[in-house]
C-alpha cells in the first residue's frame, strides 16, 4: 500500500475513534472556546489584534485531540509551542517554493534564498518538543485506556511490527503526523477564521443575518452544538462562500503516476501537476460576480437550503482530499456561532478596512484591528 494512502487511512480511523464528529471532541472545543471568548470579552469592545489569541486557542484544540490534555493560557509550553508554530509556518512560505518549483535547486546559493537551514532548525524545535511528550506517552500508555492520538499510533506501531518489522508505522513517522496536524490542523483554521472576522467588519448586512439565525435557532444564551449547523442554510452558506472568496489552500501538488496523454499532450509519469483552486473558486464562467462575498451564492431561491457547486472545493479533491474536513468545519461552525451570539464585530472609528492577503502555506489576511462588542 503507498505511504500517503496506509497513514490517510490511519488518521481517519483514529479521528473517528477519538469522537472527531461525535461529542467528545466538540465538547473539548467548546471548553476551549468558552476560554478565547472571555479573552474577547476582557477586552471591554476595544480594538484588538486578534490573531494571537485565536492561534493559541486553535492550537490547543489540536494538543486536545493529539496529547491529550490542554493547557491554561499563561502556560510557558502553550507559549513556546505557538511561539515556535508561527516561526514554522512563516518559513514554510520558502520551502514550499521549493516543493512547487524543484528546478530552483539549481540556482546557485539557493538554501540561502530559501532559508532551508533556518527551516529544518525550526521544525527541530517542533520535533524536539513533541518527542518530550512521545517519551512520555511510552512511559505511561494503556492499552485499555487510550488517551489521544498518539496512544493510538504507538499501538499500532506494536501491532505492524509484529505482523512486518519494516512498516511506515514508526516514531518518526509519528512526530512528521503530529506536525501535519498542528501546521495543517491549526494555520488552515486560524486563516479562516481570521478571514470571516475581516469578512463581518466589511459586510455588518452577512453579519446581521447570521446573528438573526443563531437567535432564531440557538438561542441567546444556550451552547452552540455541530448538529443546529443542518438547520442554519445561511450560516453555512456564509462559511461555504468565505472558504470561496478567500480560497484557504488556493494550489495543491500532485505527481503523475504513469504517462498520460491529455489534450494532444505528452505528460510523462512524474510531472508535477498544480491543482488551482483559487482559480476555480475565482473563474467567472461558473461564479457571477466572484470577486464580490455573497452567501446567497450557495442558497436554494427560497433560502431554506444550501446548494453545493461542482466548482467548490476548499478542501482540495480526489482521493487525497483533506482527511481534516468534518473537523474543519466542525470547529469553524462552533467558533462562528459562538462569537457572532456574545459579540458584535467592527472596525475601530467604524471605517471599513481594506487588507491584503499573503500567500503562506494558506492564504492569509494581513493584521487589522477589529472590536468585539458585547451584545445585550
Not at 524545535?125 to 504507538?154: G, V
Not at 452577512?206 to 443563531?214: A, G, P, R, T
Not at 436554494?300 to 444550501?306: A, L, R, T
Not at 478596512?353 to 445585550?376: A, C, D, H, M, W
Request: glycine share 4%; proline share 5%.
Amino acid at each position: 500500500m503507498l505511504l500517503w494512502k496506509e497513514q490517510r487511512r490511519f488518521l481517519m480511523k483514529t479521528l473517528r475513534n477519538l469522537g472527531v464528529r461525535k461529542t467528545k471532541f466538540e465538547e473539548d472545543v467548546m471548553v476551549e472556546i468558552n476560554n478565547f471568548l472571555e479573552v474577547l470579552k476582557s477586552y471591554k469592545g476595544k480594538p484588538m489584534n486578534l490573531k494571537s489569541a485565536l492561534q493559541a486557542s486553535i492550537s490547543n484544540n489540536i494538543c486536545a485531540l493529539v496529547l491529550g490534555k490542554r493547557y491554561d493560557h499563561e502556560d510557558p509550553r502553550r507559549i513556546f509551542l505557538d511561539k515556535n508554530l508561527e516561526k514554522a509556518m512563516n518559513s514554510l512560505s520558502m520551502i514550499s517554493s521549493y516543493s512547487l518549483f524543484p528546478w530552483i535547486r539549481h540556482i546557485p546559493f539557493f538554501h540561502k534564498l530559501l532559508s532551508v537551514e533556518t527551516s529544518r532548525l525550526k521544525y527541530d524545535i517542533l520535533r524536539n518538543f513533541f518527542r518530550n511528550d512521545l517519551d512520555k506517552h511510552k512511559r505511561s500508555l494503556d492499552p485499555e485506556h487510550i488517551r489521544d492520538y498518539i496512544d493510538t499510533f504507538l499501538l499500532e506501531i506494536e501491532s505492524k511490527n509484529e505482523e512486518d518489522p519494516n512498516n511506515t508505522f514508526t516514531d518518526d513517522m509519528l512526530l512528521t503526523n503530529i506536525l501535519d496536524l498542528f501546521v495543517g490542523g491549526s494555520e488552515t483554521l486560524n486563516s479562516s477564521i481570521l478571514w470571516f472576522v475581516y469578512g463581518m467588519g466589511v459586510y455588518p448586512d452577512v453579519q446581521k443575518k447570521i446573528q438573526l439565525e443563531v437567535l432564531e435557532v440557538i438561542g441567546p444564551g444556550d451552547i452552540p452544538e455541530f448538529l443546529h449547523m443542518k438547520c442554519m442554510p445561511y450560516t453555512t452558506a456564509t462559511i461555504m462562500e468565505l472558504m470561496r472568496w478567500k480560497t484557504i489552500g488556493p494550489l495543491d501538488k500532485r505527481y503523475t503516476v504513469a504517462d498520460a496523454r491529455v489534450n494532444g499532450y505528452d505528460v510523462p509519469k512524474g510531472t508535477i501537476i498544480l491543482a488551482n483552486f483559487w482559480n476555480a473558486h475565482n473563474d467567472p464562467r461558473y461564479w457571477s460576480e466572484p470577486e464580490k462575498f455573497k452567501p446567497e451564492r450557495f442558497l436554494s431561491k427560497d433560502g431554506k437550503s444550501v446548494v453545493k457547486s461542482m466548482y467548490y472545493m476548499p478542501f482540495s479533491l480526489g482521493k487525497r482530499n483533506c482527511p481534516g474536513e468534518s473537523m474543519a468545519y466542525m470547529e469553524l461552525f462552533l467558533y462562528i456561532t459562538s462569537i457572532l451570539q456574545r459579540f458584535e464585530i467592527k472596525f475601530p472609528n467604524g471605517l471599513k478596512q481594506v487588507i491584503k492577503g499573503k500567500l503562506n502555506i494558506t492564504y492569509r489576511s494581513e493584521s487589522y484591528l477589529v472590536q468585539f462588542i458585547p451584545r445585550t
